[in-house]
């Protein structure tokens, strides 16, 4: 018989390896859960306003028409109940820059009445969360108003400046700084100051602090 030689030379055992965990994804949640930007402060009466009606007595003719798809017109005639006539010329240019979903700048809407007031507002969308806004009066071709405003929106938060008349020469005017922050969805605080110089106020200025709060029931 013959004779077979076994050999007991095998490899060595690979060690215990501790198995690497991988990376968690950030999961995204669903649009019901994500905390919306709860709008500018102007905006916190927004809804309530819609519940009342706008009553009119007497007459109202409008008609609109589009000339372009970033131009428009429009023509009213109003008369009321006290034979007051009132006619107005309106007009609304949107240009071709497209910032953000929906956001097309810049928007000018301006009318004018046959008392010669004319009311301008521009609005200038520099960015997803920058808006800058002009508004101006004019009556008999002088300036009687001018609003200017900053607005800075985030997902969770909205920042103001405003300032109304401003007097650069007589340092006059009213300057108002907003914050409003959403804590959820249904909860809204933020706070508004509002400080106006006036040769007419005792100590030529005064300034309000408001606190200011929402809460949507649904």
Request: proline share 6%; with cysteine; aromatic share 8%.
């Amino acid at each position: 018989m013959g004779k077979v030689n076994t050999s007991s030379n095998l490899p060595p055992m690979p060690p215990k390896l501790t198995p690497i965990p991988l990376p968690r994804i950030p999961q995204k949640l669903n649009s019901e859960n994500r905390i919306k930007n709860p709008g500018s402060v102007d905006e916190l009466h927004k809804k309530c306003k819609e519940l009342f009606p706008m009553t009119f007595e007497g007459i109202r003719l409008v008609i609109n028409k589009g000339l372009s798809n970033h131009f428009f017109d429009s023509h009213s005639l109003l008369i009321g109940a006290s034979s007051k006539i009132s006619v107005k010329f309106g007009s609304i240019f949107g240009g071709t820059n497209q910032v953000g979903s929906g956001n097309v700048g810049p928007l000018s809407v301006d009318n004018f009445d046959h008392r010669r007031n004319i009311f301008t507002n521009v609005n200038v969308q520099l960015s997803d969360n920058v808006k800058i806004k002009l508004n101006t009066q004019f009556q008999d071709f002088k300036t009687t108003g001018v609003q200017t405003t900053a607005e800075y929106k985030t997902n969770r938060y909205t920042a103001t400046l405003r300032s109304v008349n401003p007097d650069l020469f007589n340092y006059t005017g009213i300057y108002i700084s907003q914050y409003l922050y959403a804590l959820n969805n249904k909860t809204s605080v933020g706070a508004e100051v509002i400080h106006q110089r006036n040769p007419q106020i005792p100590d030529g200025h005064i300034t309000v602090f408001n606190v200011l709060g929402r809460y949507i029931c649904k």
